[in-house]
């Protein structure tokens, strides 16, 4: 589990294509000291598991699956990516509850920029903004951001400054993919409306959510 509060931008030193998918091999920088094999590292949003970590560098294997849903295929050796450690019991949450879950894939449609910061507008699949709401919480490309606004198969996140400085989303350019990672609240809400019945008081009510 993340925060998606982005700890390290890192470089991708190697990347080789396997039978089980690819292995990239990244300079974790400081995220290095003390990582053990086994542990998690979200690289931009995805959340892997380090095969091994040999001085600053950490080599993970990435499988089909994570390679057809994210955009870790398409990143080369000298690609720059943004890096979490897992959360451990007792850290600060500061940005939102993020389980490096990749949900799909979004691509950048124009950016607003301005010296305050960037509204960057993103189209995807239909199936991703049923899962967002404004004010809301995403993850892109790893990194907590509040959503602007969501349409249906578009929707826009403010990046301040600070965001810009300490990320990869400064690299973002229109046409550019990013991954996404909608909040797991939205998600279990959108299941529940699949059931059925839809919310009510009386479902909230029972779930312990309102009293009366």
Same mark, same amino acid.
């Given at each position: 589990m993340f925060t998606g509060i982005i700890q390290h931008v890192g470089e991708v030193v190697r990347a080789a294509v396997t039978a089980a998918g690819r292995r990239l091999a990244i300079d974790l920088g400081p995220l290095a000291e003390g990582l053990r094999e086994g542990e998690s590292v979200a690289v931009s949003g995805a959340c892997l598991t380090a095969t091994a970590v040999k001085g600053g560098v950490g080599e993970f294997d990435v499988v089909h699956e994570t390679l057809e849903r994210t955009t870790l295929g398409? !990143? %080369?050796?000298?690609?720059r990516v943004n890096l979490e450690r897992?959360? %451990?019991?007792?850290?600060?949450l +500061?940005? #939102? !509850?993020?389980?490096? #879950?990749? +949900?799909?894939?979004? %691509?950048v449609r124009r950016i607003d920029r301005a010296a305050g910061g960037w509204v960057v507008h993103f189209e995807c699949d239909k199936s991703l903004? +049923?899962?967002m709401a404004a004010k809301g919480s995403v993850a892109v490309d790893g990194v907590s951001l509040t959503l602007v606004s969501v349409e249906d198969g578009r929707f826009s996140v403010a990046l301040i400054p600070t965001t810009l400085a300490?990320?990869?989303?400064?690299?973002?350019r229109a046409g550019d993919s990013v991954n996404i990672?909608?909040? !797991?609240?939205?998600?279990y809400v959108r299941r529940m409306l699949g059931k059925g019945g839809g919310l009510s008081i009386e479902t909230l009510r029972r779930a312990g959510l309102v009293d009366g």
């Amino acid at each position: 589990m993340f925060t998606g509060i982005i700890q390290h931008v890192g470089e991708v030193v190697r990347a080789a294509v396997t039978a089980a998918g690819r292995r990239l091999a990244i300079d974790l920088g400081p995220l290095a000291e003390g990582l053990r094999e086994g542990e998690s590292v979200a690289v931009s949003g995805a959340c892997l598991t380090a095969t091994a970590v040999k001085g600053g560098v950490g080599e993970f294997d990435v499988v089909h699956e994570t390679l057809e849903r994210t955009t870790l295929g398409q !990143i %080369r050796v000298g690609s720059r990516v943004n890096l979490e450690r897992s959360l %451990r019991l007792g850290d600060g949450l +500061d940005g #939102h !509850i993020v389980q490096g #879950h990749v +949900d799909g894939v979004a %691509r950048v449609r124009r950016i607003d920029r301005a010296a305050g910061g960037w509204v960057v507008h993103f189209e995807c699949d239909k199936s991703l903004t +049923d899962e967002m709401a404004a004010k809301g919480s995403v993850a892109v490309d790893g990194v907590s951001l509040t959503l602007v606004s969501v349409e249906d198969g578009r929707f826009s996140v403010a990046l301040i400054p600070t965001t810009l400085a300490k990320t990869t989303l400064a690299d973002l350019r229109a046409g550019d993919s990013v991954n996404i990672e909608t909040d !797991i609240l939205g998600k279990y809400v959108r299941r529940m409306l699949g059931k059925g019945g839809g919310l009510s008081i009386e479902t909230l009510r029972r779930a312990g959510l309102v009293d009366g």
